[in-house]
């Protein structure tokens, strides 16, 4: 096996178990379109977005929030401390 090779391999495996934990997990079964309040590790809450993907290759989780500003937010899973999903 080349170096190259191996440092992809390895660079593949690591990127994987980064996006690990609890939120990072949950965000892995969350169906598209399910509404959610965001609590950012910062201290910041986004309310009323909905939840569009999550990429475990980037850690990166897509939310959009079309009531207030139209748009895509991209949040790394590791920054949200919790998610609380909305009452039907």
Known sequence: MSSSSSSKSSS???SCS???G?????LRKLQ?????????KG????EDTKFVSFNKKTCCAFFCD???EPGVIVVDC???????FEAE
Not at 22 to 26: L, S
Not at 32 to 40: A, I, K, M, Y
Not at 78 to 84: D, K, L, S, T
């Open 66 to 68: 079309s009531e207030e």
């Open 78 to 84: 590791r920054e949200i401390a919790g998610f609380r």
């Open 43 to 46: 201290g910041t809450v986004i």
């Open 32 to 40: 598209s379109g399910t509404e959610v309040d965001l609590f950012l």
């Open 18 to 20: 980064r996006c690990k």
């Open 22 to 26: 609890c939120v990072c997990r949950q």
């Open 12 to 14: 593949n495996k690591s």
